[in-house]
T-cell receptor, first 111, second 113 residues
């Protein structure tokens, strides 16, 4: 029943590790996004995909790599995690020019 | 020029009062201005949105006022309720930029009973 889901909800890991966050939407949307919310709650777009094609690639370290296996999934893989990567990561989806629906977020803590 | 500036950072209002949150932008190409509401531990959810061809949009207790010449827009919450306590974000985007939302810094609203 969930529209946009993310796993895991919490992720605690050591510096230098590689981790992935998964996102799935069952709304039939063509476009999916990754946003980062920092400790001050500031939200910033990282990537967007439309029909599995990368559309938006903001100034994000290349340690972050999104992968879209199909239209309903957009995963985020992060290599060599750093302390500054600690944040809440939100996945979202929309139809073109439509409302963006956000997932519940994944709180990443890098120790 | 891509920034959206939001104020105040935090707001305390008594139950039944009016909450007002303001945003300002520089990029005149922005053509869609949504407001999102975020409860603790949840993702942002669209509350109400406006396009610059209208000066006001009302949905229930929530109203957006839009001043194109001043490049400002604001959210008014009438008869504020404790259940409205959340963080509110204004945002802006250009339709042909693939849905890239530029968010304001957020306002933490607390409505006291």
């Amino acid at each position: 029943d969930t529209a946009v889901s993310q796993t895991p909800k919490y992720l605690v890991t050591q510096m230098g590790n590689d981790k992935s966050i998964k996102c799935e939407q069952n709304l039939g949307h063509d476009t999916m996004y990754w946003y980062k919310q920092d400790s001050k709650k500031f939200l910033k777009i990282m990537f967007s995909y439309n029909n599995k094609e990368l559309i938006i690639n903001e100034t994000v370290p290349n340690r972050f790599s999104p992968k879209s296996p199909d239209k309903a999934h957009l995963n985020l893989h992060i290599n060599s995690l750093e302390l500054g990567d600690s944040a809440v990561y939100f996945c979202a989806s929309s139809q073109p020019l439509g409302t963006q629906y956000f997932g519940p977020g994944t709180r990443l803590t890098v120790l | 020029q891509q920034q959206v500036k939001q104020s105040p950072q935090s707001l305390i209002v008594q139950k039944g009062g009016i909450s007002i949150i303001n945003c300002a932008y520089e990029n005149t190409a922005f053509d869609y201005f949504p407001w999102y509401q975020q409860f603790p531990g949840k993702g942002p959810a669209l509350l109400i949105a406006i396009r610059p061809d209208v000066s006001e949009k009302k949905e229930g207790r929530f109203t957006i006022s839009f001043n194109k010449s001043a490049k400002q827009f604001s959210l008014h919450i009438m008869d504020s309720q404790p259940g409205d306590s959340a963080t509110y974000f204004c945002a802006a985007t250009v339709d042909n930029q693939g849905g890239k939302l530029i968010f304001g810094q957020g306002t933490e609203l607390s409505v006291k009973p």
